[in-house]
C-alpha cells in the first residue's frame, strides 16, 4: 500500500482516548469529567453506589447529570460545539456501583423530537468485562412527552450495573472515532498492498488527518489510461456512527481476495474519504464541525473553516476536468436517526433519460441487500438540500455522473416478518460489502468474474494435481531409499556373517 502524505501532522490532536491528560481540547468542551452524582447538600464522603459520570474522552458527550433519587438520574445531552441548535449524540461512562445497582438514566434535553426511540430503539452499552457493544432490550428504553421537563421529549432507559469495580459505558449508537478509524488505516498501510494508496489530503482545524483511499490495479493510474472513477466519502455528520462502519465494509470488500473485488479494482478506480469530519467526530458532536457549521450544506462554498470540505471538492473538481477519468459515481453515506431500513436519495434531472439511469443502481442493490428498501429510496430537489454533495455535485459534475446519498438507519430494518431486526457493527458492515458488490451487475462484470473464478478453481486444481504428484515422487524416493538401505544392511549382515564365519572356521 503506497502512502502519499502532503500532511504535516506533527501537531495532531492524535489518539484521544489514550492521552495522558486525554487532550485539553475536552476541557474547554464543558463535559461532565468524572463527576459523582450526590443527593442535595450531601457533603460527606463519596460511598460505594454514589455513581460516578463521565465524558471527557474522544466522541464523548454529557453536558450535566441531575441526581433525582438513588436510582433515578436526569442527563443533559451537550450541544454542538459552536451551535446550540443540535443536541442528539451522546456517549458517556458510569461507575463507583454497587453490585447489582439499578438506575434509570433519562435524557431530557433532545433537540429532535423525532426519533427512532419510538420505533423500540435502544442504547448500546459495553462494559469493562465485555468490551464489545451491544444493543439494550428495546424493553428497557422508554421515549415520551414528560410533564416533568416541560412537556419535552425524553428517554429513558434502566439498567441493572451488575459488576463491582466495572466501568460502564453507554452511546446513542456503536461508536465509531477517529481514532478507530487510524488504527483501521495503518492496519491497511502495514499490509503494503500494491492496489491501495493512502494520502493525506489535507488537516483539519485540529489537525487532524483527512485520509482518502485509492482502490484500483497499478495499472488504472497511469496518466494516459481511461479511467471509471468511484468517489465515495462518509461521516460528514459526526453523530451518524453507522455510516463509518458501511464504509469500513466497502473497503473490507474492495481489497479483498475475492474475485468479484478483483474485477473491480481492474475495471474501475475507487476513490474514498472515509471521515469527512475529524473534529466533529472527536468532539462528539452531532451534526456539525468544529466552526459550529453542517459540512453539507457548504459544498457551494466551502470556506478556510471548512478544509475537508474544500480538499475533498478540489480533488473531484480535478478528476472531473481531466479527459482520461470518467467521474461517474459519488455516493455520500450516512445515517439516519428516525427512519428504518437503508435506502438511497437521489436527484431529479429534467433529463429523462438521465433520470431514469439514475434508478438502476438502487433496484441492483436492493437485490443483494435484504435491509435496502426502494419503497423508502425517493428523488427529489428540495431547495434546503441545495448544499448538499448530492445535490451540488449532481448539477455540476459531467452529465453522466450519478450522485447519492446513502442513508442507513441508526437501529434497524425491517425483516421478511415485517419486525425490526436491530443492526449490530457486523450488519453495518455486511451493507457495505452488498453496497461495493452492486457495482459488479452496475457495469455486468458478472460474466468477468465468472471467468476468473473458473481460471482459479482451475489453477487451485493443478496446484493440487501438483501437489499430489510431489507427495507421490516423494513417497517413491521415500520408497527407494528404503530399497538402497535394506540392500545396504543385507550386503553388510552377509560380509559380517562371512567374516565371522571364516573367523569360527579358523
Known sequence: MASTDS?????????????NNRHDVHLRLGNVS???????????????????????????????????????????????????????WFYFTVSNNKAGQRAIFNIVNF????????????????????????RLSAKNAFYYRSPDHDNNYVMSFAVVLDKENEEYSFAYCYPYSYSKLQRYLDAIEARSLRYVRRECIALTLQHRRLDMITITSPGNLQHDVEKKLIFISARVHPGESPSSYVCQGIIDFLISDSPAAKILRDNLVFKIVPMLNPDGVSVGNY?????????????????????TLSATKDILMEHDSDNTCNVEFYVDIHGHTSLV??????????????????????????????????????????????????????????PNALCYTLEVSCYGYQNVANSITPYTEEGFMRL???????????????????????????????????????????????????????????????????????????
Open 432 to 506: 457495505g460489502r452488498s453496497f461495493a458488490k452492486t457495482f459488479v451487475d452496475y457495469y455486468e462484470l458478472n460474466g468477468c468474474v465468472s471467468e476468473l473464478v473458473a481460471e482459479r478453481a482451475a489453477a487451485a486444481a493443478i496446484r493440487r494435481k501438483n501437489a499430489r504428484e510431489r507427495e507421490g515422487n516423494k513417497g517413491k524416493k521415500q520408497t527407494g531409499d528404503r530399497d538402497i538401505k535394506e540392500t545396504r544392511k543385507t550386503d553388510s549382515q552377509a560380509v559380517l556373517w562371512n567374516s565371522s564365519k571364516q573367523n569360527y572356521e579358523g
Open 111 to 134: 433537540s429532535k423530537t423525532k426519533s427512532l426511540y419510538r420505533d423500540g430503539m435502544a442504547p448500546v452499552i459495553k462494559s469493562t468485562t465485555r468490551p464489545k457493544w451491544v
Open 341 to 398: 431500513n437503508a435506502f438511497i436519495y437521489g436527484n431529479i434531472f429534467d433529463d429523462s433519460t438521465r433520470f431514469e439511469k439514475q434508478s438502476i443502481f438502487p433496484k441492483l442493490l436492493s437485490n443483494n441487500a435484504d435491509d435496502f428498501s426502494m419503497a423508502k429510496t425517493c428523488f427529489n430537489k428540495d431547495a434546503v438540500k441545495a448544499g448538499t454533495g448530492r445535490r451540488f455535485l449532481g448539477s455540476y459534475l459531467n
Open 34 to 88: 468524572n463527576y459523582y452524582a450526590t443527593p442535595p447538600n450531601y457533603n460527606a464522603a463519596i460511598k460505594k453506589g454514589h455513581l460516578k459520570f463521565d465524558a471527557e474522552f474522544e466522541c464523548g458527550n454529557l453536558l450535566k447529570v441531575e441526581y433525582i433519587s438513588e436510582f433515578e438520574y436526569d442527563l443533559y445531552v451537550r450541544p454542538d460545539i459552536s451551535n446550540s441548535r443540535f443536541r442528539v
Open 7 to 19: 500532511c504535516d501532522s506533527s501537531d495532531s490532536v492524535g489518539d484521544q482516548s489514550t492521552s
Open 287 to 307: 451534526r456539525c464541525s468544529l466552526a459550529g457549521d453542517d459540512l453539507n450544506r457548504h459544498w457551494h462554498d466551502p470556506t478556510r473553516q471548512h478544509p
